[in-house]
Nanobody, 120 residues
Framework: VQLVESGGGLVQPGGSLRLSCAAS????????MGWFRQAPGKEREFVAA????????NYADSVKGRFTISRDNAKNTMYLQMNSLKPEDTAVYYC??????????????WGQGTQVTVSS
């Protein structure tokens, strides 16, 4: 299993970023996928999850209405469109294989993470 995140960077408050997670080594279309994040000094937290088909999604309350999770099963890739970014969104963002839509972790497969910094 390999998960490779990309798309992070430095953005001003109110700005946007699109994260990608390229997956390989397993049948991507068979599994839910999810995004988690970890800020300095804090525990890793759930951000969003998407069902294997893309037909169902779930978001943490802190990002609901601002972030959109999606996937392209033909490209084995998951995305996180982040709009109206806030300084409190600053964290390392990780993709995860197979979480439940409620954010419960099923498999301990993670990417290396991509840093998102929201600052003026």
């Amino acid at each position: 299993v390999q998960l490779v995140e990309s798309g992070g960077g430095l953005v001003q408050p109110g700005g946007s970023l699109r994260l990608s997670c390229a997956a390989s080594g397993f049948t991507f279309s068979n599994y839910n996928m999810g995004w988690f994040r970890q800020a300095p000094g804090k525990e890793r937290e759930f951000v969003a999850a998407i069902s294997w088909s893309g037909g169902s999604t779930n978001y943490a309350d802190s990002v609901k209405g601002r972030f959109t999770i999606s996937r392209d099963n033909a490209k084995n890739t998951m995305y996180l469109q982040m709009n109206s970014l806030k300084p409190e969104d600053t964290a390392v963002y990780y993709c995860n294989l197979g979480p439940r839509l409620g954010g419960q972790i099923t498999y301990n497969y993670w990417g290396q993470g991509t840093q998102v910094t929201v600052s003026s």
